[in-house]
Structures are given as structure tokens and as C-alpha cells.
Nanobody
Framework: VQLQASGGGLVQPGGSLRLSCVVS????????IGWFRQAPGKEREGVSC????????YYRDSVKGRFTVTRDSAKNTVYLQMNSLEIADTAVYYC??????????????????????????WGQGTQVTVSS
């Protein structure tokens, strides 16, 4: 199983980037996907996380209305569209995948806020730098 995150780069404040997470060795539709980020000197935090209880996706408050997650199951790829980027968005971004167990499901909020250890697989990260 492999998760390959890409699409990071240097962008000015207010700009946009689209990150991709290509998954191989698993069926994307069977997994809940989360996006996380880690800024220098800070702990890794959840950005956007699928719920395994329903079809909803959680976004942390600071990215709501600016970031959007979409999936292309045919390409086994998840995208994180990031608009109106801010300097505070600078971080290494990671995607992660969890295969929900039939007896236990979690909300996207839970995954993002306290559930990092639930994820079975992690990608290697892609650097996003927002700077003028």
C-alpha cells in the first residue's frame, strides 16, 4: 500500500494550490481519507477528514470555506483544493487512509482532532509554502 502526496509548492498569499493523494494497493472507496499538516515547530494537525460514520467531511475552522476535498475513485486519487491561501497555511501536508471497521465508526471531527493513530497508512508529505 502506498499513498503519494504531491502538488505542494511556493505560492503567494491569496493564491491557490491543489494537492493530490494517489493511493495504490487499496480500494479508495473502502477507506476514510484524512489530510493533515505540520508546520515547523508545531504538532501535526488535522485539516480535513472523512467521516467513517457517514459521507460527510470535516474541515478545521481555519480552512472552512477555503479548502475542499474531492475524490476521483477511478483514478484512486483524493484532492485537496486550497484557495485563498494564508501564510499560516505553510506546512508539510500529509494524506492518510483508514479502513473503517464495521463495528466502530468515527466522525471526521474525531479523526482530525484526536484520531491520527487510527489511520492505517500515511503518505510522505508535500511542502506548501505561502509567502510574499
Amino acid at each position: 500500500v502506498q499513498l503519494q502526496a504531491s502538488g505542494g509548492g511556493l505560492v503567494q498569499p491569496g493564491g491557490s494550490l491543489r494537492l493530490s493523494c494517489v493511493v495504490s494497493g487499496l480500494t479508495l472507496d473502502d477507506y476514510a481519507i484524512g489530510w493533515f499538516r505540520q508546520a515547523p515547530g508545531k504538532e501535526r494537525e488535522g485539516v480535513s477528514c472523512d467521516s467513517s460514520a457517514d459521507d460527510s467531511t470535516y474541515y478545521r475552522d481555519s480552512v472552512k470555506g477555503r479548502f475542499t476535498v474531492t475524490r476521483d475513485s477511478a483514478k484512486n486519487t483524493v484532492y485537496l483544493q486550497m484557495n485563498s491561501l494564508e501564510i499560516a497555511d505553510t506546512a508539510v501536508y500529509y494524506c492518510a487512509a483508514d479502513r473503517p471497521r464495521s463495528t466502530t465508526t468515527y466522525t471526521g471531527n474525531y479523526y482530525c482532532e484526536v484520531g491520527q493513530l487510527l489511520y492505517d497508512y500515511w503518505g510522505q508529505g508535500t511542502q506548501v509554502t505561502v509567502s510574499s
